[in-house]
């Protein structure tokens, strides 16, 4: 309990005359000052009030971003890359579509089978990128897509042979000169046949890029022959990371 010394001076024998005062009455009037029903009715109603603007205010605030993502996807979708809907064979013979890989990254060169040495190097580069991002158990797997610019000399057994020395994952995808033309167009790909030489063998002039597609099928990325693979690795693991669904179906 608090008390209070009062010191008074005793003026007969010269001393001190001490006296305790306790402050009973003083606290008994602070407690009756406590917040009476009404005042706490009146809190009560402001929390009420603030929570439900709070909660109207989130409500707007959801629905602005919903409206500002569905314009963003019909714009990226306007003019993104591969925004076509390709339909081509795979090296087993399967009809594959762009639906097919929906909801997956992708990692997309095109090339041919009889290319010397930039596309076998550029493919290693690709597929390398794929298996260095495996051995990171919080990304989700990336697909290795190789389509031909040769239609001619690369059907599916062809495909199906060159695949195979790169990485367990790798399709390769060819169709008709008219399927194959449709896809690379989607993708801006440039494809020239050269002369063909006494044996009947030529070379495809071509784009050379690695193209990063989201798993909204839109195009994100892209990789020329100066990116290496660790520039390459860093870049999908940046672009997943970050990513954000554009289309809530897919």
């Known amino acids: 309990m608090l008390v209070v010394r009062c010191i008074v001076g005793n003026v007969r024998g010269g001393g001190l005359l001490k006296t305790w005062v306790h402050p009973q009455r003083p606290l008994r009037r602070l407690l009756s000052r406590a917040p009476g029903p009404a005042l706490r009715t009146r809190v009560a109603g402001s929390l009420l009030v603030g929570g439900g603007l709070l909660a ?3 409500w707007v605030d959801s629905e602005k971003r919903q409206q500002q993502r569905r314009r963003r996807v019909e714009q990226l979708k306007q003019v993104s890359l591969g ?27 095109f090339g041919f089978t009889h290319c010397p040495d930039i596309c076998p190097e550029e493919l290693d580069k690709l597929c390398g990128a794929v298996a260095a991002l495996d051995q990171d158990a919080t990304l989700p797997p990336v697909q290795p897509l190789f389509v031909t610019v040769d239609p ?18 790798l399709i ?12 690379g167009r989607d993708y ?9 030489d006494e044996d009947g063998d030529y070379i495809v002039d071509h784009t050379i ?4 597609v989201s798993p909204d099928g839109l195009f994100l990325d ?25 289309d809530p179906d897919c």
């Open 56 to 58: 109207a205010w989130w």
């Open 152 to 169: 001619e000399r690369d059907d599916p057994p062809a495909l199906a042979r060159y695949v195979r020395d790169f990485h367990p994952r």
């Open 83 to 109: 925004q076509g809907a390709f339909s081509l064979l795979d090296h087993s013979g399967r009809r594959r579509t762009k639906a097919d890989f929906l909801g997956r990254w992708v990692l997309l060169y």
């Open 222 to 246: 892209y990789y020329n022959r100066m990116k290496d693979q660790d520039q390459i690795v860093a870049s999908v693991r940046n672009h997943i990371k970050n990513y954000e669904p554009l």
């Open 209 to 212: 890029l690695i193209y990063l």
């Open 188 to 196: 801006r790909v440039y494809a020239s046949a050269g002369p063909k």
């Open 172 to 183: 390769g995808l060819t169709g008709t000169p008219e399927e194959v033309k449709r896809a």
